[in-house]
């Protein structure tokens, strides 16, 4: 099975317009953390937000927030206020394990295009 | 200045040809990792490691050997070049966990640039 899934490969959003990018995910560890990166068509990876299994509140950064539904297995990124700088890949990531190494698994990504 | 930091940033070489892309970090993490991504796949693991003693394989380390040659520079080697490992590689760093692996968001990794190598 697969641990991240992110279901929407493309998708589409009007600039100034608010966004969610889905993310799902599998784990049987209670202890584990969430990830979005951004990758703009130049190739880096950004970090954007976090969100760790036993934090109470949902996570937000700037114009970035993250839906954690923890009975549903869902961490979706909301992007709101849409810029044509957000046009870019996403990456959705877990890191779960009690320690030693974590592994960090990543989705296959969403591609955003925001539209003038 | 960057925290992470690879070179090169571009690379073209032949099948059969040794090569080494090197990453540095100021970020003070003891943490380093090397990946790989290609289309479709979205990242996957090469090596790790915790300290500059502390070596680990990931998912997909044949064909690949690493040397941390101090806390803050990790470099991964290819040994003989072949097509398939045409890709964009990234060096990550992160710091270690809180005592009792507690999680917090300083358990993020961070990730250099990325280094685009075309293997002929």
């Known amino acids: 099975a697969q641990k991240i899934t992110q279901t929407q490969p493309g998708m589409f959003v009007q600039e100034k317009e608010a966004v969610t990018l889905d993310c799902t995910y599998d784990?049987?560890?209670?202890?584990?953390?969430l990830f979005w990166y951004k990758q703009p068509s130049s190739g880096e990876m950004i970090f954007l937000i976090y969100q760790g299994s036993y934090d109470q509140q949902n996570a937000t950064e700037g114009r970035y927030s993250l839906n954690f539904q923890k009975a549903r297995k869902s961490a979706n990124l909301v992007i709101s206020a849409s810029q044509l700088g957000d046009s870019a890949m996403y990456f959705c990531?877990?890191?779960?394990?009690?320690?030693?190494?974590?592994?960090?698994?990543f989705g296959t990504g969403t591609k955003l295009q925001v539209i003038p | 200045d960057a925290d992470v930091t690879q070179t090169p940033r571009n690379r073209i070489t032949k099948t059969g040809k040794r090569i080494m892309l090197e990453c540095s970090q100021t970020k003070g993490h003891d943490r380093m990792y090397w990946y790989r991504q290609d289309p479709g796949l979205g990242l996957r693991l090469i090596y790790y490691?915790?300290?500059?003693?502390?070596?680990n394989k990931g998912e997909i380390s044949d064909g690949y050997s690493v040397s941390r040659q101090a806390q803050a520079k990790f470099s991964l080697s290819l040994e003989s070049a072949i097509p398939n490992q045409t890709a964009l590689y990234f060096c990550?760093?992160?710091?270690?966990?809180?005592?009792?692996?507690?999680?917090?968001?300083?358990?993020?990794?961070?990730f250099g640039p990325g280094t685009r190598l075309l293997v002929l």
């Open positions: 784990t049987s560890d209670p202890s584990y953390g």
């Open positions: 490691s915790f300290d500059v003693k502390d070596i």
């Open positions: 990531a877990m890191r779960e394990g009690p320690g030693g190494y974590q592994k960090v698994t």
């Open positions: 990550a760093t992160s710091a270690s966990l809180g005592a009792g692996g507690q999680r917090t968001k300083e358990e993020t990794q961070y």
